[in-house]
């Protein structure tokens, strides 16, 4: 079983900057997909980021240029750099790992910006 521990989150003034953390425990993470969710109060949880096994990403169109994600395999860790935040990104944020045989969720951490 994987478990997937997020870190990072709080609150923030608009057109500040946070970085969010998600380390996985086991042994398949440099063989998974992993990526960043987030659900809003009200709002269906959409993605934000993911990055395949290989390195190559994708984005959200409404966080592309503001946010980077990135990967330390030998950490089991993925990271979400995000800068200019706006108070639209607030939200409950989930790190999310998909392989040929599962998909796993995190806790969540909430994410909170202020105007």
């Known amino acids: 079983q994987v478990q997937l521990v997020e870190s990072g989150g709080g609150l923030v003034q608009a057109g500040g900057s946070l970085r969010l953390s998600c380390e996985a425990s086991?042994?398949?993470?440099?063989?998974?997909?992993v990526g960043w969710y987030r659900q809003a109060p009200g709002k269906q949880r959409e993605l934000v980021a993911t990055?395949?096994?290989?390195?190559?990403?994708n984005y959200a169109d409404s966080v592309k240029g503001r946010f980077t994600i990135s990967r330390d395999n030998a950490k089991s860790t993925v990271y979400l750099q995000m800068s200019s935040l706006k108070p639209e990104d607030t939200a409950v944020y989930y790190c999310n790992l998909q392989n040929s045989f599962s998909t796993y969720w995190g806790q969540g951490t909430q994410v909170t910006v202020s105007s």
């Open positions: 990055i395949i096994k290989g390195g190559s990403t």
């Open positions: 086991g042994s398949i993470f440099r063989v998974s997909h």
